[in-house]
């Protein structure tokens, strides 16, 4: 991409990009959307954490998975 010249002082001395009123309004539609899966997250997360040892067992996963997957965020390969 070829260097863009200016003469416009705020244009000049700024290097963030414009930002358009229909990006705003979009980051702001997707703002719940993100903050309802992050609270899912944690929501299903405590629920791993605390669950009692034989619920664990029904379903075949090891509390130590459990421990490990809420620490990094992934299962253990």
Sequence with gaps: MPAQFTND???ATT???????ASIW????????KWAHT?????????L???PRERLEDIGIA????DFACEH?????
Aim: positive net charge; charged residues 25%.
């Design 73 to 77: 965020g992934h299962a253990p390969r």
């Design 39 to 47: 609270h899912k997250v944690a929501r299903d997360t405590e629920m």
């Design 63 to 66: 509390r130590s998975d459990i």
């Design 15 to 21: 290097n963030v990009a414009p930002v358009s009123g």
């Design 26 to 33: 979009r980051w702001l539609v997707l703002l719940p959307r």
């Design 49 to 51: 954490r605390h669950a």
């Design 9 to 11: 002082s705020l244009v």
